[in-house]
């Protein structure tokens, strides 16, 4: 898709290995947007709402007629600076949370469970103050295990994964390594973990008496807000063109 948009790029001597050597190559490193003034001079901007289907060369076809505009898109997007910005399709979203959350998290009553001042028994050996990334954590009754990936004080919970089994509520559950332990308050899938947490206002606060957001709808309002773009209606694409073409090349 990005060959009509790069062919306008100059070609520069540019050294690769900073070894005196110069090779051709396409100036991609300069970045273009939209001047000031043409931009307050268009006022045929439109909003689109962006689909699952809605791929941004799928709506450059639809737009524009041509799936190599996509990249206008991008130049007036302030919002848009990877192809990563772009939302996720629903399918797709769903498997990046399952990816970027997996795990189970295993919740306490209280945060000193989690972690809390390091302090030493009666025979001034250091007692473990918290549990080791990693290590293997097992429940006492369900035998149920898995492998600290997050220690989490602020909401309560051990993170786990590759677990194996089925933790059960109220067991205790003790790290291999540091012998910690704690009762077992819940158990939760970690995308279903609190992110933040909004008061009556809509603004974050660490305040648990508030209203939690999960970390699944946390993703899920993060890509929904990047859903609304706004495009540049077709009568003004030749100019915006023209003025690409002329800035790129000086």
């Known amino acids: 898709m990005a060959e009509k948009y790069f062919k306008h790029y100059p070609i520069i001597d540019f050294d690769v290995k900073n070894d005196g050597n110069l090779i051709e190559a396409k100036d991609i490193f300069r970045s273009i947007r939209v001047s000031t003034d043409t931009d307050d001079a268009i006022t045929g901007y439109e909003y689109y709402y ?64 989690i972690t809390k001042n390091p302090s030493v028994d009666e025979n001034n050996q250091p007692i473990p103050h918290t549990f080791t990334m990693g290590e293997k954590v097992v429940g006492s009754t369900s035998s149920a295990f898995g492998f600290v990936i997050n220690i989490d004080p602020t909401n309560k919970q051990l993170v786990l994964n590759d677990v ?28 279903d973990s609190p992110h933040h947490y909004i008061n009556s206002d809509g603004n974050k606060t660490t305040s648990e008496t508030t209203t939690s957001v999960s970390n699944h709808d946390y993703e899920q309002e993060l890509n929904d807000s990047k859903r609304s773009i706004r495009y540049i209606k077709v009568d003004y694409v030749p100019q915006i063109l023209r003025e690409f073409k002329s800035m790129i090349r000086e």
């Open 50 to 113: 962006i689909n699952d289907q809605d791929r941004p060369d799928v709506l450059a076809t639809k737009l524009y007629g041509d799936a190599t505009l996509y990249w206008l898109f991008w130049m007036v997007n302030n919002t848009l600076a990877t192809y990563n910005d772009w939302p996720k399709s629903q399918s797709v979203l769903e498997k990046f949370i399952k990816r970027k959350y997996s795990g189970k998290a295993l919740v306490s009553s209280v945060s000193t469970d």
């Open 164 to 191: 194996q089994g089925v933790f059960q509520d109220n067991e205790t559950v003790t790290g291999s390594q540091s012998n910690k332990s704690f009762t077992l308050s819940s158990v939760r899938n970690f995308a």
